[in-house]
T-cell receptor
Framework: DARVTQTPRHKVTEMGQEVTMRCQPI?????VFWYRQTMMQGLELLAY????????DSGMPKDRFSAEMPDATLATLKIQPSEPRDSAVYFC??????????FGSGTQLSVL | GEDVEQSLFLSVREGDSSVINCTYT??????LYWYKQEPGAGLQLLTY?????DMKQDQRLTVLLNKKDKHLSLRIADTQTGDSAIYFC??????????FGAGTRLTVKP
């Protein structure tokens, strides 16, 4: 049963600490998306990769956020330093270029 | 999600029909989607429509697309309490990225 796997499921950290979220896309999918969900802003697109190359990261605060795909089986989203306003659920999704997206269960991040 | 707009809340009684509306902005969007999110879970694809169609029916779900007005709707017939969730409208734009609306929280009252 192919699925997008995200780790950790929950993360509580203190302001200023580095946070790394990981995503294993479905094998064979060539697009990977990172979204952030909050009550106030809804679902925001942070970054979008196709064939491991970043295509759009305009939704991501560049000074503290970075997204990478070191290989086809791993996507990472890093926040350094983290701030309380980063508290949200972060979703990774993968798909084929012309197909639908499959979402992971998300990482719930709380920055105190 | 500011390019895709949908109302935030909808409340209906069990057995009634629910209609969730969405407007999008990219006229070159090839596919339009409805995703469902249950509490504590990620989004799951509910249904989709190709941009050259104006209607798609799948059991209790009916999707209507008005391409001229860039308006998409999802009708759920005979709404059940298990349909309570957040429903997201999404468009696959011309550059193939996926943009979502803020989500409509559907509450079904018994």
């Amino acid at each position: 049963d192919a699925r997008v796997t995200q780790t950790p499921r929950h993360k509580v950290t203190e302001m200023g600490q580095e946070v790394t979220m990981r995503c294993q896309p479905i094998l064979g999918h060539n697009t990977v998306f990172w979204y952030r969900q909050t009550m106030m802003q809804g679902l925001e697109l942070l970054a979008y990769f196709r064939n491991r190359a970043p295509l759009d990261d305009s939704g991501m605060p560049k000074d503290r956020f970075s997204a990478e795909m070191p290989d086809a089986t791993l996507a990472t989203l890093k926040i350094q330093p983290s701030e309380p306003r980063d508290s949200a659920v972060y979703f990774c999704a993968s798909g084929l270029e012309l197909g639908t997206l499959f979402f992971g269960s998300g990482t719930q991040l709380s920055v105190l | 999600g500011e390019d895709v707009e949908q109302s935030l809340f909808l409340s209906v009684r069990e057995g009634d029909s629910s209609v969730i509306n969405c407007t999008y902005t990219d006229s070159s969007s090839t596919y339009l989607y409805w995703y469902k999110q249950e509490p504590g879970a990620g989004l799951q694809l509910l249904t989709y429509i190709f941009s050259n169609m104006d209607m798609k029916q799948d059991q209790r779900l009916t999707v209507l697309l008005n391409k001229k007005d860039k308006h998409l709707s999802l009708r759920i017939a005979d709404t059940q309490t298990g349909d309570s969730a957040i429903y997201f409208c999404a468009e696959k734009s011309g550059n193939n990225d996926m943009r979502f609306g803020a989500g409509t929280r559907l509450t079904v009252k018994p």
